[in-house]
Structure formats: structure tokens, C-alpha cells
T-cell receptor, first 114, second 109 residues
């Protein structure tokens, strides 16, 4: 069964450094998402992406964040200058159609900012 | 806007039946999804109700009453592996999923 993959599984970085989290969505999916979950808290939507542009973003997704689909398979989330409060699990998800209630989540990247 | 209400935690024994209730207030409501998340894991889609009534998928069933803004997830023949958090996720216009705090289900032997 096709699945969303994410790398790395765990990333440790120092405050102020840039990080890039990588995702490979399911191959025929067209809509891509990033969510984050701070430890012990709820899953929060960050951004959705379709047709090489952001379709929706949350208040969390400020200028420090950017997303890119650099090729036909990868979908990345970049945090330019990490803060301690960016420490969280970051989940990538994908769907074939827009507005789809069934989103397929990757296993997540645990980001630890020290 | 959106508001969601689910119990924070439910404990039951193996083999039991658990019902997780969800009340919501969602502008432009389309339907209600349910997701499961094990500790340290990713959310996994369980079911979706667009219409009123009961949807059954194996041991899990989900119900929706649009007029009452209410739904529930029924977990039958509980197994230890069902220990997880369960989220009702109302679907509105747009692509994003908006998760609430969820219900933590603890299954005891």
C-alpha cells in the first residue's frame, strides 16, 4: 500500500539554524499539507499546497516558514531561523483531491531545537 | 469558526464497547471524520460521515446527526491495540483538517 514518507525521523538543531524537513507524498496525490504537534498538544494545521503554490496557511505559518516542491516527488518544509518553540513533531500529509476528508499522514519528523 | 467537544479520556477493559461522543459547531459543515493516533504516531483516518446515520467499518462504527451537530465513534470488542487518542474532525470548506484535543482511550486487560 502506498504511503507518505518523511526524513529525517528526528532532527536536532540549534536555535537560529535553518532546517529542511522532507516528505515524499503518495505518488498520484496532488494536494500536500504540513501539520505540527507540540508534545502533549493537538495537531495543528500549518499549510496546504496545490499546483505549486500555497492554497491555505495558518497563523503559525509566518515568514520563517516556507514550502517547496522541488521536483516531482519531494515536498519540503523549511524553517529559516528556528526557535525553541518550533520543537514539535511535524507531519506531512497528502490527498488526491482537494477538500478531501481522508488525508494520508507520514510518520513525522521530530524536531528538537536546543 | 469551529468549536469541538469530546471527553478527554475513557478507560475500558478488553472486549468492552466504548462510545466517544463529539459535539461540534462548524461553519459550512460538510461531514465528520474520525482519526486515530497512537502515542508517538501519526493520525490515521478511520471513517467519515457525510450523511446522518451509522457507518460500520469492522469493529468501529461512526454515527452522525447533522441536526444535533453530534456524532460518535463506537469501538467494539476492544483490544489492547485500540489504546490511542481518537479525534473527531469536522469537515468544512477548504483543505485543512482542524483537530481538537481528542479522546484518549486506555484499554486495560
Amino acid at each position: 500500500e502506498p504511503e507518505v514518507t518523511q526524513t529525517p525521523s528526528h532532527q536536532v538543531t540549534q536555535m537560529g539554524q535553518e532546517v529542511i524537513l522532507r516528505c515524499v507524498p503518495i505518488s498520484n496525490h496532488l494536494y500536500f499539507y504540513w501539520y505540527r504537534q507540540i508534545l502533549g498538544q493537538k495537531v495543528e494545521f500549518l499549510v496546504s499546497f496545490y499546483n505549486n503554490e500555497i492554497s491555505e496557511k495558518s497563523e503559525i505559518f509566518d515568514d520563517q516558514f516556507s514550502v517547496e516542491r522541488p521536483d516531482g516527488s519531494n515536498f519540503t518544509l523549511k524553517i529559516r531561523s528556528t526557535k525553541l518553540e518550533d520543537s514539535a513533531m511535524y507531519f506531512c500529509a497528502s490527498t488526491f483531491g482537494g477538500g478531501n476528508y481522508e488525508q494520508y499522514f507520514g510518520p513525522g519528523t521530530r524536531l528538537t531545537v536546543t | 469558526g469551529q468549536s469541538l467537544e469530546q471527553p478527554s479520556e475513557v478507560t475500558a477493559v478488553e472486549g468492552a464497547i466504548v462510545q466517544i461522543n463529539c459535539t461540534y459547531q462548524t461553519s459550512g459543515f460538510y461531514g465528520l471524520s474520525w482519526y486515530q493516533q497512537h502515542d508517538g504516531g501519526a493520525p490515521t483516518f478511520l471513517s467519515y460521515n457525510a450523511l446522518d446515520g451509522l457507518e460500520e467499518t469492522g469493529r468501529f462504527s461512526s454515527f452522525l446527526s447533522r441536526s444535533d451537530s453530534y456524532g460518535y465513534l463506537l469501538l467494539q470488542e476492544l483490544q489492547m491495540k485500540d489504546s490511542a487518542s481518537y479525534f473527531c474532525v469536522p469537515k468544512a470548506a477548504g483543505n485543512k483538517l482542524t483537530f481538537g484535543g481528542g479522546t484518549r482511550v486506555l484499554v486495560k486487560p
